[in-house]
Nanobody
Framework: QVQVVESGGGLVQPGGSLRLSCAAS????????MGWYRQAPGKERELVAI???????DYGDSVKGRHLISRSSAKNTVHLQMNSLKPEDTDVYYC???????????????WGQGTQVTVSS
C-alpha cells in the first residue's frame, strides 16, 4: 500500500502564488515519477508537472514558464511552486506517484485525494 497526501491548496488572487506539496509513504522500494495533474468538472485530467526519479521535468503547455516542480529534502516529497496564477488555473489538483512496491515487487500507480486551488479576486 502506498499513501499519497497533498497539501497547500487554497484561495489566491490572480497574479499570486501557491505552493503545493505531495508526500508519498508506505511500501515504496523506488519512485519512478511524482507528478501533479488537475481536473475541472466535466473535463479530463491533464498534466500540470511531472518529476522523474532521474530528475527530468515536464510541464503542461498551459503552465510552462510559470510553475516549478522540485524535490523536497523530505523523503518521497515534491513541491509544486505555482506563480502568476490565473483564474483558469482554478481546479482540483491531484498528485500521482508511480514506482515499485517494496512488499510485492510490482509496480504501483497511486493518486492522492486532491486539493482545491481557486484563483479569484
Amino acid at each position: 500500500q502506498v499513501q499519497v497526501v497533498e497539501s497547500g491548496g487554497g484561495l489566491v488572487q490572480p497574479g499570486g502564488s501557491l505552493r503545493l506539496s505531495c508526500a508519498a509513504s508506505g511500501s515504496i522500494f523506488r519512485i519512478n515519477s511524482m507528478g501533479w495533474y488537475r481536473q475541472a468538472p466535466g473535463k479530463e485530467r491533464e498534466l500540470v508537472a511531472i518529476l522523474t526519479g532521474g530528475g527530468s521535468r515536464d510541464y503542461g503547455d498551459s503552465v510552462k514558464g510559470r510553475h516549478l516542480i522540485s524535490r523536497s529534502s523530505a523523503k518521497n516529497t515534491v513541491h509544486l511552486q505555482m506563480n502568476s496564477l490565473k483564474p483558469e488555473d482554478t481546479d482540483v489538483y491531484y498528485c500521482n506517484v508511480r514506482g515499485e512496491s517494496s512488499s510485492s515487487g510490482s509496480l504501483f500507480d497511486s493518486w492522492g485525494q486532491g486539493t482545491q486551488v481557486t484563483v479569484s479576486s
